[in-house]
Each structure stands twice: as C-alpha cells, then as structure tokens.
C-alpha cells in the first residue's frame, strides 16, 4: 500500500515550455561548458609541452647523425702495411697506427695538390689536422678487417674533425674559429674549397648508431654502441627475470596465498617497494650484488639486477590489478566443469589478464630503460670504448651515455647528447610498438 | 503410504543421489543455511525455490563445493553423494565437480570458440582420445543444449559472440558435455526469454532421464512445469520439500502457502 498523500506535490505545479531553458539548466550548461574548455584547456598544455620537448630535441639532436667527410686517394703501401706479403691478419694487426702516419700523409699531399688550385696556402699539414684524431686507427681497423685492399689505391673517406663538421653543421664560424685554438680561419676557407671540389661531404653516420664512446677530444668519433648494448642486455635481464617472477608472485599473492597478516605486510610492502627512490635501489646493488656476490663493476648483469628489483613492484601491483580485473564468473566457469584451481587460471584467467601484464610490463621496462641514478652507483657510468661481449663484460647504458656527453666541454657533444635521448625514444617507442602488437593478439572479447 | 498418488510411489523408488544432513553454512558470522536435511533422488529433477536471500543458491553451491572458493564460507554436517561424504578430507573438489555440473545465473561462457567452449571439460578430463571422438562429444553435447543447429555453421566464432539465450545454452551444453551424474542449475532461465525458457525447460526434462536435475527457480510455474520434487527454503531454513504437485496444491506449511501464493517475498 501507498501513502497518498506522498504523491501529492506540495506546491501546485508551475507550467513550463521544453522549448525554453530554465534557470538551473542555463547554470548547469555554463558550468559544464566552462570544464570543457578546462579540460581542453589542460590537454592544450600538455600537448604543447610535449611538442616543445619534440621539437627541441630533435633540432638539437639530428644533426648527430650526420657527420663530415673527407675523400682522399690513399696508396696502402704493401711494404708498410704487409712486409711479409702473405696477408695474414695476424701480421697485419701487428702493424700499429703509427706506421699509418706517413701513408696518410701521402695521401693528404695528393689532396692539396688537387686543392691548390681553389687554394694557394693548402698544405698537407693543414689538412692533417682537419681530419679526426680518430681517423688513423678506422683507416687501420678497415685494412686488418679487408687485408686485399693493401697495395691498391683506394678512393677512401676520413672522419673530418669536429671543428670542421661544426663548421659544416653551421655551428663554427670564422669569428668562433679566430678565438678557438682548435680551428683556423685557414682551415675553414681550406674547408669551403674542398666542398667545390667536391671533397668534402656530410652524410648520414651509422657510426653514431653502431660506434663506442670516443674521448673528450673526438666528438666526431663518439657513438652509442656500447650504450646500445649494455641498454639492451639489462633490458633482456630485466624482461626474463622481472616478467616470470612478477607473475609468478602476483598469481600466488592474488590467487592462491590465505589472506593474513603476513600476506597483509607483503602487500603493503611491495607497494612501498614501488615509491622507493632508484637510486637506494643503486646502493643496494652496490652492496650486495658487487661488494657482497662479487660481481664485476659496470657489468650489466648488475644493471640487470638492479633494474629487475626496481622493476618488481611495478609488474607485481599491475598484474594483480589485471588478474582482478577478470570477471569472477570466468573463474566459476571453469571450476564449475571441473578444471583446478591452477587450470582455471592457466587457461583462462592468464590468457584474459595477459593484455593488462604486458602492458604493466611494458612501463616498468620503460622505466628501467631510462632509469640513469643507480647505474651510476654501480660504476655504469665508466668510460667504456669495447664493445661487451657477455653481460660481464663493462659497459654503459643509453641514459648514463645522455648524462655522460652532457658532462663533457667540447660544444660539439650538446648535439650527440640530444641524438643519444633520440635513440633512447625510438628504444622506447619499438618497445611499446612490440607491446601494442602482443596485446592486440591477445586481447578478446568478454 | 499413500495409495492414490501413483506418480509419487513412482518417484520414491528412485535411488536417493545426495543426501544432506544437518548442514549449516556461515558466512562469516552469517548463518546463511540452519539445519538443512535433504534427500535428492536420482533421475529427478529438484526445485529450490524461496524467497531472494534465504540461501538457496548457498545451499545449491554446497553441493559441488564451489563455496569452498568463498572467502569466509564454512559449511558444517554432512552431504553425501552415492552414500560419499563430499565433505570428506580426502575428497578432491575438481573430482567432485567434474561428476557435478553446474550451470550458473548469468550465462559465463569462455571467450574462446563455441568448439572449445563445450571441449574444454571433455579435454581436461581426457574423455576423448583424438579429434573425431571431440567431435562427437561438442556435438552431442550442442545437440542436448538445444543450441546444435543454431551454431553447427560457426563453432568456431567466439562462445561470447551469442544471445543471452544462446550463451545459456553453451553453457548448458558445455555442462554436460563433461557426462555430470548431477546437474545444478542457478536460475538458468531468469536472462532467457519465454522461447529460449521453453527450450531449456525441454531440455531439462529430456535430461532427467539421465541425471539428477537440482534448479533454483523463482518462477512458481517453471518449479511445477519442470520438477517433480520441490523444496522451499525460507530465512535459511528447509521449510518444506514434498512432491511438487503436493507442495503447489496442499502445502503443509503456513509460510509455504503463503509464498506460493504471493504473501512472501
Ligand atoms: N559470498 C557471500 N558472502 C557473504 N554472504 C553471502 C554470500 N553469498 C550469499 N551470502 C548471504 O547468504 C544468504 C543467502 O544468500 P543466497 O545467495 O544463497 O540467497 P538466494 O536464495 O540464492 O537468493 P536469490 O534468490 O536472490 O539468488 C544471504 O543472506 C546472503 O547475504
Ligand atoms: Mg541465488
């Protein structure tokens, strides 16, 4: 039964037009109209933000990938570089870069000459030093790895010094050159003839990509190689070590373990883990992984370590958060017709949380991609110029490689930074690339 | 006892397949079931009904022991099953669940296949040796759902992919397709409409010459058009459980009289 008089509205009813807003509408399309723009507002900023990063960087950082060349004719004379003739790469690699010198030389005579006719003052020791400090050992690494090229006259190219390719890259000028100890004025206009006589050019440097680190004074030699390499082994260590175990612990700590006290302070403590600033991950590694376990300094496998604990906490809560998101009458289902504990979530629930895994681990790897504090404390942050062979072996990560060129004095290496943090987000973005396309094969339907 | 009631001698000659006795539940501190004692018959098919929240569902879930996936649940006295304590330490629940099925209130089919939907029991139970003994298990099993010709073109679509009506039927269909001895059903037909209701009300007729039925319903009719046995459960308790005919026209009980006549609810 229904009280009557509840039904009864207490004033009598205004009559009002559908047509027409009233007051409250009015205000409510206002109010709703103002978070709009807000919000729009807000997504306007951060967009703008992040173009501003964009566009920085890259006009910063793709001119380190292209570098400066000379072309020269160069006689690899047999008598110097093979005095046994019989081309045995064990001979020839007792050869060192100083018996290049003279062969060089020759080779940069030739090149004036050709030059003098755009340039009365070119001489070869001018030219000596617009080609990189570098030069003599890659023309060396390129003979001991191509042992028919001696006797012959080969058209070859020097990695141009860094002044020049600054000069090119339009960072040096003749008013820099006159006040920097590096460069002449003579150089540059030596610079401008070559580039008439088409001797000089400037072309993408897979170096950069591919080549170790280079000392302070040979930016243009500098790459990210070894950063590369020890970037990608941490992350591999990472993805095997973090992904079963997170798992492994989520699916216990969700599905299988009582819930008590104990369970209670695991949980609570993992969460923490999470908050936990890197770099005491750093000391911890540091004491335990290199000082306690003896493992080598720099070695990846230390940064493995760390970036793996650093990581946990983050694949652990995101994967709980995804094996809870599976609906419990997927659960009931397949308990229903007889499938274990262990069945039902092997079969079922993995397959459906998977998509929300990949996608927790995914950004815990990208966190440990770029996280620089604690390889720091584990020596990551050394000099490195071998490429490592094993995860033991010392080397650098992409980061550490961003941090290290920003410490250096040469101008030339603000651009190999900003190059370095473009290879860091492409790193990134193939990662997230490779996620999107695991979670879209395993995403379905429920 | 009672001579004039043929279908009823017919019933009592049945073998009884589980056997409840003084079972309590508690959630918590919730005593959800008190002092239930049940006897359900082989080949029959049992109807719970009651009114929302006096525990039928509980005590339906008891009988495959799948509160024992709820937190908190403690179930006490004893349920037996062919004579077998289910309850029993030695009782593994997945051998218990496989020999009975149960069909639940919101149609949960996997999202996989319509195939792999009714072949997932069968594969992990190894009850086909290779493919074309599958085969024939999804098959029968879609057929006895009532579903066979309204998927045999798209087995391989996504289980996910039907009607409400027809993910009740997989999942019926993926019930028995495990050869249960007991089927429980959940309010099977509360999403279903009139048409696709009929169909498995059919269908749990055909089944009771096979199985044992037990189905929560709250629909007074379906509980007399599909059930021979009848039990009504009130605050917990077994009020009581007769013939189904007996219960709809002469309840024993004042408070079953006045739910089937709409005084409780
Ligand atoms: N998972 C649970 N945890 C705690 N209490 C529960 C749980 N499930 C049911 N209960 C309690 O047990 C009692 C019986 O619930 P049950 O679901 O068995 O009722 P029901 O008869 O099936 O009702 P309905 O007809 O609405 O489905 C209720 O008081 C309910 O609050
Ligand atoms: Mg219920």
Redesign the interface.
């Known amino acids: 039964m229904t009280d009557a008089s509840a039904n009864t509205p207490a004033t009598p009813r205004v009559k009002t037009s559908l047509l027409e807003l009233g007051e409250r509408t009015k205000k409510r399309n206002a109010a709703e109209a103002r978070f709009k723009l807000y919000g729009m507002m807000a997504v306007g900023t951060g967009v703008a933000a992040l173009l501003l990063l964009l566009i920085s960087i890259l006009s910063q950082g793709l001119p380190a990938f292209t570098q400066t060349f000379i072309k020269v004719n160069i006689t690899l004379d047999e008598s110097v570089l093979d005095p046994s003739g019989n081309r045995d790469p064990d001979e020839i690699s007792k050869v060192l870069t100083f018996s290049y010198d003279p062969i060089i030389n020759d080779s940069l005579k030739g090149l004036a000459l050709e030059l003098s006719a755009q340039h009365s003052e070119v001489t070869a020791d001018v030219l000596q030093d617009m080609i990189s400090a570098e030069a003599k050992g890659r023309l060396r690494a390129d003979v001991i790895a191509n042992p028919d090229l001696i006797g012959q006259t080969i058209e070859y190219e020097f990695l141009a010094n860094g002044r020049i390719d600054g000069y090119m890259k339009g960072r040096v000028t003749r008013e820099t050159a006159e006040l920097d100890g590096n460069v002449t004025p003579l150089q540059l206009d030596v610079a401008d003839a070559m580039i008439v006589e088409e001797k000089l050019e400037k072309r993408f440097n897979w170096a950069f990509i591919t080549a170790p680190d280079a000392s302070e004074l040979r930016p243009e030699a500098a790459g990210l190689g070894v950063a590369l390499m020890g970037s990608a082994y941490m992350m591999a260590i990472v993805f095997c070590l973090a992904l079963p175990i997170g798992v492994a612990a989520s699916i216990y700590l969700e599905e299988f373990a009582p ?1 008590n006290w104990i369970t209670d302070i695991i949980e609570v403590n993992i969460s923490n883990l999470a908050a936990v600033p890197s770099i005491v991950f750093g000391i911890l590694g540091l004491a335990i992984f290199i000082n306690y376990m003896g493992l080598p300094n720099s070695a990846p496998i230390v940064g493995g370590l760390v970036l793996t604990l650093m990581t946990l906490p983050t694949i652990i809560i995101s994967t709980r958060a995804s094996l809870k998101a599976v ?1 419990p ?12 504990k262990m ?1 039902a979530i092997f ?2 629930v993995l397959p ?1 949380a998977a998509p929300g895994i990949l996608t927790g681990t995914i950004i815990g790897l990208a966190q440990a991609l770029g996280e620089t504090a604690p390889l720091l404390l584990i020596g990551m942050v050394a000099f490195v110029n071998n490429y490592p062979e094993s995860i033991f072996d010392p080397a650098t990560a992409l980061p550490v490689q961003v941090y290290n060129f920003t410490q250096r004095s040469d101008p030339a290496f603000v651009e190999r930074a900003s190059g370095a943090i473009i290879v860091l987000l492409v790193f990134l973005f193939c990662m997230n690339m490779i996620a999107i396309i695991l979670r879209r094969r395993f995403e ?3 | 006892m009672n001579d004039m009631r043929i279908v009823e001698r017919d019933v009592e000659t049945r073998e009884i397949k589980i056997r409840g006795d003084k079972v309590q539940v508690f959630y918590g501190d919730n005593h959800a079931i008190k002092d239930v004692d049940i006897e359900i018959q082989d080949k029959t098919v049992t109807a719970f009904i009651g009114p929302s929240g006096c525990g039928k569902s509980t005590f339906l879930r008891c009988l ?1 022991r ?1 509160n024992d ?1 709820i ?1 908190g649940c403690r179930v006490e006295g004893e349920i037996t099953l062919d004579e077998e304590d289910i309850y029993n330490k030695q009782v593994d629940p ?2 218990l ?2 020999k009975v ?4 209130q ?1 149609p ?5 296949s319509i195939y792999d939907n009714v072949a ?2 069968p594969r ?2 190894g009850l086909a040796s290779n493919k074309a003994d599958l085969d024939v298990i999804v098959e029968k099993s879609l057929r006895r759902g009532a579903i066979w010709d309204e998927v045999k073109d798209r087995l391989d679509a ?1 289980g ?2 039907l009607s409400g009506g027809q993910q009740q039927r997989l ?1 019926i269909a ?2 028995v ?2 050869e249960p001895e007991v089927l429980l059903m959940d309010e099977p037909c509360s999403a279903l409409d009139p048409i696709a209701t009929a169909q498995v009300e059919e269908l749990i007729d055909e089944l009771r010459t096979n199985y044992s039925v037990v189905i929560v319903t709250h629909s007074m009719q379906q509980a007399a058009r599909v059930s021979q046995k009848t039990a009504f459960f009130h605050l917990g308790n077994l009020v009581e459980y007769n013939e189904t005919g007996e219960i709809f026209t002469n309840p024993k009980d004042p408070r079953t009289e006045s739910y089937i006549t709409g005084r409780i609810g």
């Open positions: 819930k609906p009458s997927i659960r009931d289902a397949a308990l229903g017709v007889g499938a274990s069945q079969h079922h459906l379905r339907r429920w | 495959n799948m996936t937190e997945v051998q669940r496989a099925g149960m069909v639940f919101k949960n089919p996997f999202p996989k997932y029991g992990i139970h996504p996910t992919g999942c993926r019930a397709a495990t």
